[in-house]
């Protein structure tokens, strides 16, 4: 049985494999071919006519991932605040329609006194000025995500011009 001391290495490849070219191949091969920026495309059809890659395609290649990466993580964020808004306006339309029957139930206050032995009053008076609040807050934070996601959304744009996504806006 050999010794594993003395066992020499694999020999290692003489050439050095750029960067992310793993990631790049990856992200080509594996991407809906519209949803990758234009320096990712141009380099699909570089991948495909060349054995290697030059310095400058490899460069390409590194600043198309980074903008792929960037796409992909201003998409992300776009879909976050879309969802807040949309869980914000479901929020203040329910809050609404509680504060509606917390006022009927105000109103009801003596009565529900009267069958059931226990004062609602301060628990409703309570309840409605906390869902008052949460009413005064809601459009102003909704309108802020908006703000945001518009802002989000114009920077898109300018990204989407710059390396050939509008199609994806």
Request: proline content about 5%; overall charge negative.
């Amino acid at each position: 049985m050999e010794n594993l001391s003395t066992l020499s290495p694999s020999p290692l490849p003489t050439q050095q494999i750029p960067p992310g070219l793993f990631e790049a191949q990856s992200l080509i091969c594996n991407h809906d071919f519209r949803n990758l920026v234009a320096p990712l495309r141009q380099a699909k059809s570089v991948l495909a006519q060349e054995q290697s890659l030059s310095a400058q395609n490899v460069r390409e290649l590194q600043i198309g991932l980074l903008l792929q990466d960037e796409w992909e993580a201003l998409s992300a964020q776009r879909e976050f605040l879309k969802n807040d808004v949309q869980r914000g306006r479901d929020c203040l339309q329910q809050v609404r329609c509680e504060l509606n029957t917390l006022r009927t139930q105000l109103h009801d206050w003596a009565a529900y006194e009267r069958i059931c032995g226990r004062n609602p009053l301060p628990d409703l008076v309570q309840a409605l000025v906390v869902k008052e609040r949460m009413e005064q807050f809601l459009p102003t934070w909704i309108k802020s995500q908006e703000e945001q996601v518009a802002a989000l959304t114009k920077k898109m744009e300018t990204c989407a011009q710059n390396n050939g996504l509008g199609h994806l806006l």
